[in-house]
């Protein structure tokens, strides 16, 4: 059983920031690759960020605003948004998965992020 599940999300004005936590539980490896995915309504689904160790690898969008980080030891994954845009306004969801490739079987149920104009 792989359980995980995301907090932290909230209203926030333009330019404000916000931090995303993914609390993680059951056969997560420290290998698996760490990712956060986001969805905003009549969109799919597109990838924001993702964390293998110490690499780290972002969609364009958000390049240079957010940062995805994990903390082991409490088997938690991070995603600090900075200046963020109304266009950043979506249910954001943790994902995790032992695959380089893109695929990631296990997510999380999500939580939503709402940016104001």
């Known amino acids: 059983q792989v359980q995980l599940v995301e907090s932290g999300g909230g209203l926030v004005q333009t330019g404000g920031s916000l931090r995303l936590s993914c609390a993680a539980s059951g056969r997560i490896f420290s290998s698996y690759f760490m990712g956060w995915f986001r969805q905003a309504p009549g969109k799919e689904r597109e990838f924001v960020a993702q964390?293998?160790?110490?690499?780290?690898y972002y969609a364009e969008s958000v390049k240079g605003r957010f940062t995805i980080s994990r903390d082991n030891a409490n088997n938690t994954v991070y995603l600090q948004m900075n200046s963020l845009k109304p266009e950043d306004t979506a249910v954001y969801y943790c994902?995790?998965?032992?695959?380089?490739?893109?695929?990631?079987?296990?997510w999380g149920q999500g939580t939503q992020v709402t940016v104001s104009s």
């Open positions: 964390m293998r160790w110490s690499t780290t």
């Open positions: 994902a995790a998965g032992p695959s380089g490739s893109g695929t990631y079987p296990y």
